[in-house]
């Protein structure tokens, strides 16, 4: 797959990337001004020439060709399949925060084997894109939204690239018709606080504790699950928690893609978390609250 046959999958994402960095870069420059006035001591302060440049222009300079891939991006226009398959996931995953899956929260189980080349194959190319790289910076965005639609959906059934490339255009389309927060926007104490407890439940999740999003909408519908379970970051945690249950690799894995036949959005995750709290309950003799 040519960087020319993806280059539509540049967006949102990359101009949104380019936009943040431009902000990071001033606001830490803001801070450390303020810092050095603050303070009588001496201190002595490297800014490297990037960063003296993205001062002068407003913002870090990217390629042209990056620039005009992110513009073609926002302003795509999806076929009417992906968007009928995008607003229908969207009403499938109601009250799953945060989810552009058909499978929400089930990403990064283990990959079928033609899957797992897959994956192998777009590294190979996203490797190959960066050491041709002429202009000073690569943008990697498409293959790592490749990388990611195999993994949240390659576990399910057998992968091509065009089936990857359609996950993303899913993904996007998804993102396009979201309704827009309607929340005022957040101070710059508010925005610093709601990022340090992302940040905190990130660390949590990376030592392999279970989310507590999901523990709330367990203790929410009445389910007894095995809390306790811990799991390799980025491994899924649902295999952690079938084997805390008494279930076995490949026999979760066997329901689960037999569920995602009948299944999908938040039905499909409600069924997958039943069969765990069933199994646990019978393996531990814990009975449901209600």
Same mark, same amino acid.
């Given at each position: 797959?040519?960087i020319?046959?993806?280059?539509?999958?540049?967006?949102?994402?990359?101009?949104?990337?380019?936009?943040?960095?431009?902000?990071?870069?001033?606001? &830490?420059?803001?801070?450390?001004?303020?810092?050095?006035?603050?303070? &009588?001591?001496?201190?002595?302060?490297?800014?490297?020439?990037?960063?003296?440049?993205?001062?002068?222009?407003g913002?870090?300079?990217?390629p042209?060709?990056?620039?005009?891939?992110?513009?073609?991006?926002?302003?795509?226009?999806?076929?009417?399949?992906?968007?009928?398959?995008?607003?229908?996931?969207?009403?499938?995953n109601?009250?799953?925060s945060?989810?552009?899956?058909?499978?929400?929260g089930?990403?990064?189980?283990?990959?079928l084997?033609?899957?797992?080349?897959?994956?192998?194959?777009?590294?190979?190319?996203?490797?190959?894109?960066?050491?041709?790289?002429?202009?000073?910076?690569?943008?990697?965005?498409?293959?790592?939204?490749?990388i990611?639609?195999?993994?949240?959906?390659?576990?399910?059934?057998?992968?091509?690239?065009?089936?990857?490339?359609?996950?993303?255009?899913?993904?996007?389309?998804?993102?396009?018709?979201?309704?827009?927060?309607?929340?005022?926007?957040?101070?710059?104490?508010?925005?610093?606080?709601?990022?340090?407890?992302?940040?905190?439940?990130?660390?949590?999740?990376?030592?392999?504790?279970?989310?507590?999003?999901?523990?709330?909408?367990?203790?929410?519908?009445?389910?007894?699950?095995?809390?306790?379970?811990?799991?390799?970051?980025?491994k899924?945690?649902?295999?952690?928690?079938?084997?805390?249950?008494?279930?076995g690799?490949?026999?979760?894995?066997?329901?689960?893609?037999?569920?995602a036949?009948?299944y999908?959005?938040?039905?499909?995750?409600?069924?997958?978390?039943?069969?765990?709290?069933?199994?646990?309950?019978?393996?531990?003799?814990?009975?449901?609250?209600?």
């Amino acid at each position: 797959m040519s960087i020319t046959t993806i280059a539509s999958f540049y967006g949102s994402s990359a101009a949104s990337a380019v936009r943040s960095t431009s902000g990071s870069v001033a606001s &830490s420059q803001r801070t450390a001004g303020t810092a050095s006035t603050a303070t &009588s001591e001496s201190t002595t302060v490297s800014i490297s020439n990037q960063a003296r440049q993205a001062a002068a222009s407003g913002g870090i300079a990217v390629p042209e060709s990056i620039r005009q891939d992110a513009l073609a991006e926002l302003n795509r226009v999806f076929p009417q399949d992906i968007l009928d398959e995008a607003k229908a996931r969207l009403d499938a995953n109601q009250g799953i925060s945060g989810s552009s899956s058909a499978t929400p929260g089930l990403g990064n189980l283990p990959l079928l084997p033609e899957n797992e080349a897959l994956i192998a194959q777009i590294k190979s190319e996203m490797h190959a894109a960066h050491a041709a790289n002429t202009e000073g910076m690569t943008n990697l965005t498409p293959y790592v939204r490749l990388i990611q639609a195999v993994q949240s959906e390659g576990w399910k059934t057998p992968m091509s690239m065009e089936d990857a490339q359609r996950e993303v255009d899913i993904a996007q389309a998804m993102a396009k018709l979201a309704p827009a927060a309607s929340e005022a926007p957040l101070s710059e104490a508010q925005q610093l606080q709601k990022n340090q407890a992302a940040m905190a439940q990130f660390e949590k999740e990376l030592a392999g504790e279970v989310p507590d999003k999901l523990k709330q909408r367990w203790q929410e519908a009445g389910l007894s699950m095995p809390e306790s379970a811990t799991t390799t970051f980025p491994k899924s945690i649902w295999l952690g928690l079938a084997k805390a249950a008494g279930i076995g690799e490949d026999e979760f894995l066997a329901k689960a893609r037999e569920l995602a036949g009948n299944y999908s959005g938040n039905s499909f995750l409600q069924a997958v978390e039943s069969i765990i709290s069933e199994r646990y309950v019978a393996s531990s003799g814990t009975k449901t609250s209600t």
